[in-house]
């Protein structure tokens, strides 16, 4: 069985850096065509691609956070991590991890998701 | 990147059948067959529905399916259900910058 299990803080303040981190299992992340991303959701607001590694540890960002953002894996932990630089309250959120296999480009397991709120 | 075209809402009685659009571009949904649909209930994280535009993962009831014209993708649910009120999200992958994955805005589906 395939599970993902998001842990980190539920409240940073303004400028801190958010560090959450992805505990994985069910499979292996040096597969070929195993992935991990980071989704996050503002409350009430639609969904939003943030970073993947893949079984290769190539990294891809979005555009607009790319400078912000730094995606991570142990391999032996079966752990990837997400670190978030400058947060400002826009990036109150729940953030998920989630299982994608390159050879279909989809989300299929996604964790539980976890709520961030950014305030001082 | 620029995130996908989706209606913000649609509604349907039980029985019927309804459509959510999603469009993008030929960097996107027109360009590669890897659109998939996510079914999210409130407070619960999004479940895969569709995958590479028309495949159903193990345990998708077949009244949902999915289709792409051009730069379109369409999910279809026939037979509505009560349980099928949720937000649906489409999603595909881009050749953009970022190669990697763009989002569509979500529709909401109100099962009359």
């Known amino acids: 069985q395939v599970t993902l299990r998001e842990s980190g803080p539920a409240l940073v303040k303004p400028t801190q850096t958010l560090t959450l981190t992805c505990t994985f299992s069910g499979f292996s992340l040096s597969t070929s065509g195993m992935c991990v991303s980071w989704i996050r959701q503002p409350p009430g607001k639609a969904l939003e691609w943030l970073a993947l590694i893949d079984w290769d540890d190539d990294k891809y960002y979005s555009t607009s956070l790319k400078t912000r953002l730094t995606i991570s894996k142990d391999t032996s932990k079966n752990q990837v991590v997400l670190t978030m630089t400058n947060m400002d309250p826009v990036d109150t959120a729940t953030y998920y991890c989630?299982?994608?296999?390159?050879?279909?480009?989809?989300?299929?397991?996604w964790g539980q998701g976890t709520m961030v709120t950014v305030s001082s | 990147q620029s995130a996908l075209t989706q209606p913000a809402s649609v509604s349907g009685s039980p029985g019927q059948s309804i459509t959510i659009s999603c469009t993008g571009t030929?960097?996107?949904?027109?360009?590669?067959?890897?659109v998939s649909w996510y079914q999210q209930h409130p407070g619960k994280a999004p479940k895969l529905m569709i995958y590479d535009v028309s495949n159903r993962p193990s345990g998708v009831s077949n009244r949902f399916s999915g289709s792409k014209s051009g730069n379109t993708a369409s999910l279809t649910i026939s037979g509505l259900q009560a349980e099928d009120e949720a937000d649906y999200y489409c999603?595909?992958?881009?050749?953009?910058?970022?190669?990697?994955?763009?989002f569509g805005g979500g529709t909401k589906l109100t099962v009359l």
């Open positions: 989630a299982r994608m296999d390159r050879r279909h480009d989809a989300f299929d397991i």
């Open positions: 999603s595909s992958y881009t050749s953009s910058s970022t190669l990697s994955v763009v």
């Open positions: 030929s960097s996107d949904v027109g360009g590669y067959n890897y």
